[in-house]
């Protein structure tokens, strides 16, 4: 087996002609001859075992309770602005409990600014859902911007208009991870009582229309 070694600060080239150093860059193969000296960049150690990029959900379906919450807040959002909203999800440390906190934000069209800021005390945060207004749940272009730097669940819920739609997954060091709704949530969207509604959030701003979306909030670029 060849030594592998770490390119870490201070690193000095072995002695060996053949080995692997990881680097920042990727794993090379470093090769010492009599006429060259050669990085390689590989994929892998041909004698190790495959392995694939994957991640889990590992913490207890979101109830029924959260989600009607959250419905209630997207479809107040969307009857008045037209818009996207956000929701930032906690679990409360020792109870197990999950929790939302409605964010400061700006909304308009198919556009929703918010701040995180500091996890309430003895919570630790999951992740957001955010709504799509009445375009279709998927992760957008500019979802995976946002959350390029956000590790944990996101939850994305369109079509208020209608049926609703919803998209799941985990984000972990820029990567996305899909999850199948019923890996996270209790209940559906679509199986909630559409009444449920809650007062008037201050946290939420409207902004001027960005020009994206049409009479119907339905934004042609999210």
């Known amino acids: 087996m060849l030594p592998i070694y770490v390119k870490e600060p201070g690193f000095r080239e072995p002695e060996e002609p053949i080995y692997y150093v990881v680097t920042r860059s990727g794993l ?6 009599p006429v060259f000296r050669s990085r ?3 994929r892998g150690l041909v004698w190790l075992e495959e392995e694939e990029e ?8 979101i109830p029924e309770k959260i989600l009607g919450e959250t419905m209630a807040f997207f479809r107040e959002v969307f009857r008045k602005y037209r818009a996207e909203a956000a929701v930032l999800i906690y679990l409360r440390e020792g ?13 308009a069209g198919g556009h929703c600014r918010y701040e995180i800021g500091p996890n ?3 919570c630790i945060r999951v992740g957001t859902i955010h709504s799509h207004g009445a375009a279709e749940a998927f992760h957008s272009e500019l979802d995976d911007l946002d959350e390029q730097y956000d590790d944990g669940l996101h939850v994305t819920i369109g079509s208020l208009h209608a049926k609703p739609s919803v998209s799941c997954s985990l984000v972990v060091d820029g990567r996305r991870f899909d999850l199948q709704p019923e890996e996270v949530l209790e209940v559906m969207p679509w199986q909630l009582e559409p009444t449920i509604r809650l007062e008037d959030s201050e946290a939420v701003t409207p902004e001027p229309p960005p020009g994206d ?4 909030g339905r934004p042609s670029a999210i």
């Open 213 to 216: 979306s049409d009479p119907s």
């Open 40 to 42: 390689v960049r590989v």
């Open 28 to 33: 090379f193969q470093v090769k010492r001859t």
């Open 95 to 107: 109870a197990g409990e999950y929790e939302i906190r409605i964010p400061p934000q700006q909304v």
């Open 120 to 122: 309430p005390p003895g």
């Open 54 to 61: 994957g991640a889990r959900f590992l913490l207890p379906l």
